[in-house]
Nanobody, 120 residues
Framework: QLQAYGGGLVQAGGSLRLSCAAS????????MGWFRQAPGKEREFVAS????????NYADSAKGRFTISRDNAKNTVYLQMNILKPEDTAVYYC???????????????WGQGTLVTVSS
């Protein structure tokens, strides 16, 4: 089970930190990722982090503004979002998979999502 939280309403230019707590899976054997789905749009990849945390991957829209990290001792993955823009408004989901590093789709496990709203 994956439970994302930390969303909310923020003004453009502000910051938010999302967290995702995992249970029922061997956290440190899973690549973790964040996805988002804006109203009327398809879900899209945002960022991912390797099992040990040494490697990260970002969508172009997230590069330079978002940082993904994980704490394997706490079974938690984070997404620090800075310089938020109205177009970042979406439901953010954490997800996980066991397998080769580098996937941006086809994750096995999904959380319920947390809403981020960025006002202009």
């Amino acid at each position: 089970q994956l439970q994302a939280y930390g969303g909310g309403l923020v003004q453009a230019g502000g910051s938010l930190r999302l967290s995702c707590a995992a249970s029922g899976l061997t956290f440190n054997r899973n690549v973790m990722g964040w996805f988002r789905q804006a109203p009327g749009k398809e879900r899209e990849f945002v960022a991912s982090i390797s099992r040990g945390g040494a490697s990260t991957n970002y969508a172009d829209s997230a590069k330079g503004r978002f940082t993904i990290s994980r704490d394997n001792a706490k079974n938690t993955v984070y997404l620090q979002m800075n310089i938020l823009k109205p177009e970042d408004t979406a439901v953010y989901y954490c997800a996980a998979y066991r397998g080769t590093w580098g996937k941006t789709a086809g994750y096995d496990y999904w959380g319920q999502g947390t809403l981020v709203t960025v006002s202009s």
